[in-house]
């Protein structure tokens, strides 16, 4: 038995808006932060079931059209399924059809983050890896990417968390989420230091790095380019302004056609040696140029503090 195919959420300009037939599905690499995305989702209005097996999504949606149809026509389901077994992804394909028969549009949000930042977080809980065995942490992370490798390229959403803290974490994916009525695509925008390597998520990658560094300016040092002097000076050096103009020139194309394919979200990453300059004062242009009513920008600082 199925549940009803539940009613459309609305559409934005053509693209469906989040709806009560959506399913979100949130994946990905073990301590990559999928409880701390449980939380986030949770707290926007979803009903969210942590660590279910694959296989129990179908009589999962089941339920849930039987609580709709006993008088909560609005409620919004996800789950969070992680590795337990070889054959995950088989069983995951098979419980993703078994969703789309019954009429819900499945979305898969795929967490990611570097082998490093995985061992330190493993490392610091004191954990074993769930595919570990007898081997080194290293060996169950390495094999776990290797069965995941093409879900995440299956997947709509691919969230690298490696340099991201709880909050930073949440307020990435809280767009995801979408709102509906709002725009229908939204762009993040994140500014990285490339000595602490690109980010796994990007759509896009720019590099800051051919303008000159306020780092060797001594009253520009201690600032950021979320500071006004910074942002000033970077924006004045030669090539910045037609740089700018480029990207935004070159995303303007791509945003729209991402309306007509239906795509909501997509990543752009701007990076510079350190992260604190130069790349934070252009990743805040080019978002304040981008946002318009049909595309929403947020802001991520992803390694600024660090240094």
Partial sequence: MHPDPPDDGGTVDGVP???PNDFLIVTGMSGAGRSTAAN???DRGWYI???????LLSPMAELAGRVRRSGVPDLRIAAVVDVRA???HSQLQAGLAALRDAGWQPHLIFLD???EALVRRFESVRRPHPLQGEGRLLDGIQAEREMLRDLRAES???????GLNVHQLGRKLIPVLGVEGG?????ALMSFGFKYGVPLDADFVFDMRFLPNPFWVPELRALTGADAPVADWVMGQEGAGQFLDRVVDLLEPVTSGYLREGRRYATVAIGCTGGKHRSVAMTQAVAARLTSDAVATFVVHRDLGRE
Avoid: K
């Fill in 17 to 19: 808006a989040p709806g």
């Fill in 113 to 115: 983050a570097t082998d």
């Fill in 86 to 88: 070889r054959a995950f």
């Fill in 156 to 162: 709509q959403v691919v969230i690298d968390t490696s």
């Fill in 183 to 187: 725009p229908s695509v939204r762009l």
């Fill in 49 to 55: 079931v942590d660590n279910l097996p694959p296989q």
């Fill in 40 to 42: 986030v989702i949770e």
